[in-house]
């Protein structure tokens, strides 16, 4: 069970502000084209996909009965190239939040430069309560109901929350029968032996480490003992306690969805590495936890929200006391949030930014997929190194150029090559 302390606050927060990821990036796309001098038109085709499927997918249960289930595929736009993005297994999935997510990666395509549109998935259904089987069938029932728009240079799916290499290496398998040949630019986060690219796996988290890197040379900040805080250690944040273990931070807490663990003088990653199960959870071991709130607003250098949407509001934006935030979940804060920290002189690398090392790394596997030549972790690394610390720098001197946040500074970034796409093709 989600600590009640923390189930309280999420409810409370999603009633009160009723927070619409949709509309709060529709409202920073806006800026980003009046800023740049765009048109309403522009607006009006970035505001939402271009294409938006809703699929319901028959599962066979174990125990003999058929549950269907709603999932979703989201093209955002198509201009620049193929839509890419993941597919989330999620009881909270909405038609808005694939829709919002689609638009994210948009932005994340445009930002360290790949030839992409944004896309993103998603099933409605909760895989901790699945078994293996179960998840098997469906994830191969999502590939037959959306196969007609996706592909290797339609839209290529991606993992996100609480799906993984298996996962994708059955949607592959169930991709490739459908079409008879063996596709594996279809879908990427495979397994390396399927096809997969070498540093996938960790890309989002090293990608959030460079990023981390250079705000702490921008703020003065030591890494070597630095105190870290991150919420979530599922893919994303269970690599980054590891990396940011082993370049000398002091990684004080963790949380998963079911409360938070502290200790002021840095915890035993290797030992919770090792005791998280599949799904990022750990902190049911123990019994001296504290919330997900607690764990945001704890005295430290560094925080990295890691797990969910709209966790730094206008309601807890003041008591943060970290001096940078670095975004590797989509969505974590939300505009009044985002206000308040820059406010108070709080550099935040934004998801597009921040988070876009997953996206980099997929690309990554599709050129090795599409050549048929692999590289080795080493060349990934440079390649991602190269993109990450390129991109952030980028994107902080436009911010201090302009005057604007980070936020505001990638997503001017993040829109303008698909602007630009758009308008050769003739559409705006
Ligand atoms: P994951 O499923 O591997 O892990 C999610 C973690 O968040 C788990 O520890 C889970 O317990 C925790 N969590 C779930 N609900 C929570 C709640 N209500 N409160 C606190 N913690 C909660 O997912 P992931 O792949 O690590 O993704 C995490 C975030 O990073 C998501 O926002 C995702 O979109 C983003 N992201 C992931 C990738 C990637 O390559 N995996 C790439 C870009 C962005």
Redo the contacts with the bound molecule.
Sequence with gaps: M?GEK?KQT?TNREQKENRDVLLSTQTVIGKALEKLGYSSEVFELMKEPMRMLTVRIPVRMDDGSTKIFTGYRAQHNDAVGPTKG?VRFHPNVTEKEVKALSIWMSLKAGIVDLPYGGGKGGIICDPREMSFRELERLSRGYVRAISQVVGPTKDIPA????TNSQIMAWMFDEYSRIREFDSPGFITGKPVVLGGSHGRES??AKGVTICIREAAKKKGIDINGARVVI???????SFLAKFMHDSGAKVIAI???YGALYDPEGLDIDYLLDRRDS???VTKLFKNTIS?QELLELDCDILVP???ENQITEDNADKIKAKIVVE???GPTTIEGTRVLTENDVLLVPDVLA?AG?VTVSYFEWVQNNQGYYWTEEEVEAKLEHVMVQSFDNIYKLARRRKVDMRLAAYMVGVRKMAEASRFRGWI
């Design positions: 989600m923390d999420n993941g993992p996100d929350v609480f890309a989002t919420q979530g250690f599922g893919n994303a944040g949380s998963d969805a799904f990022g959870t997900n890691a797990a969910i590797a979940a989509n988070s997953g």
